[in-house]
């Protein structure tokens, strides 16, 4: 019985097998990243739970004020305008370093599809010549474009992408 979370970790592990110890150093990095992004994604869903329990609730400026002393010399309005301002900023915060995260993951595929070239590239040249010449140029070239592309592009960022949201759904359950 093979359960899609056993696959998906299975994958992971065979991924992180073929890299070498930069790469792991890197992808490692990535995940820790990752979490942190996961975390930044429900501090932005939990900072809009003031702006509309302002907006919706009556109550909910007089509780706020009682548990936060410091906002009691602002209007419900001037409070309003405040968390939305607050909400404004994390949300540009937690979005820049989510560019940040993108940057580093496309980062790591470039760096994972040219390792993983050169190790194509050094198998093809340690075959015989009679080898070589069985594959037409353009069968190399497609074996080291298309399968190295496929490999790189979408083993590692699924892989990052299903850490991602494995970890919003944990981080979820966890505070639910």
């Given at each position: 019985?093979?359960?899609?979370?056993?696959?998906?970790?299975?994958?992971?592990?065979?991924l992180y097998?073929?890299?070498?110890?930069?790469?792991?150093?890197?992808?490692?990095?990535?995940i820790f990243l990752t979490f942190?992004?996961?975390?930044?994604?429900l501090i932005g869903l939990a900072g809009v739970i003031p702006v509309i329990g302002i907006v919706l609730s009556k109550t909910y400026y007089d509780t706020m004020v009682h548990t936060i002393p410091?906002?009691?010399?602002?209007?419900?309005?001037?409070?309003?305008?405040?968390?939305v301002g607050l909400f404004f900023m994390l949300i540009i915060g937690k979005n820049a370093f989510g560019l940040y995260i993108n940057r580093v993951q496309v980062r790591f595929v470039q760096n994972m599809f040219v390792s993983s070239s050169m190790n194509v590239l050094n198998k093809v040249y340690n075959r015989s010549l009679l080898d070589i010449q069985k594959d037409t140029?353009?069968?190399l070239v497609n074996k080291l474009t298309n399968l190295q592309t496929s490999l790189c592009s979408n083993a590692a960022i699924s892989t990052i992408i299903l850490i991602n949201e494995s970890m919003v759904f944990l981080l979820t359950a966890v505070i639910v």
């Open positions: 019985m093979n359960f899609r979370g056993i696959a998906a970790l299975s994958t992971i592990g065979k097998r073929i890299l070498n110890a930069k790469q792991k150093t890197a992808f490692t990095w990535l942190i992004s996961s975390i930044t994604d410091v906002l009691a010399h602002l209007s419900k309005e001037q409070l309003l305008l405040t968390l140029s353009n069968e």
